[in-house]
């Protein structure tokens, strides 16, 4: 089984920075894809970010371009989602995801594990 951890989540003001961390532990894989998603109240859960084993290829959601930047820490088995800018919009849960296959997709159900998520607010 694998867990995952978020953390960084936070009440920030409009323009403001946050740095999500997700850590993954329990059982290992020789080469995975994680992902961050977000939840806003009232709307579908959608994909913002994503980043494949090697080359890592970040995707980023259109709404979140040139804003956040989805990096990680393989020898931690860390993945982060620095986000700066942050608008009311951004405000949402935010969970991170793994995939055990080296390319990373937008498709919700190709993660087999899941964060507890982390709240996001971003107060205007």
């Known amino acids: 089984q694998v867990q995952l951890v978020e953390s960084g989540g936070g009440l920030v003001q409009v323009g403001d920075s946050l740095r999500l961390s997700c850590a993954a532990s329990?059982?290992?894989?020789?080469?995975?894809?994680m992902g961050w998603f977000r939840q806003a109240p009232g709307k579908e859960r959608e994909a913002v970010a994503a980043?494949?084993?090697?080359?890592?290829?970040?995707y980023y959601a259109d709404s979140v371009k040139g804003r956040f930047t989805i990096s990680k820490d393989n020898a931690k088995n860390t993945v982060y989602l620095q986000m700066n800018s942050l608008k009311p919009e951004d405000t949402a849960v935010y969970y991170c995801?793994?995939?055990?296959?080296?390319?990373?997709?937008?498709?919700?159900?190709?993660?087999?594990?899941w964060g507890q998520g982390t709240q996001v607010t971003v107060s205007s």
């Open positions: 995801a793994l995939r055990p296959s080296p390319i990373a997709s937008i498709a919700e159900q190709l993660y087999d594990y």
């Open positions: 329990g059982r290992s894989f020789s080469s995975y894809a």
């Open positions: 980043i494949s084993w090697s080359p890592t290829n970040p």
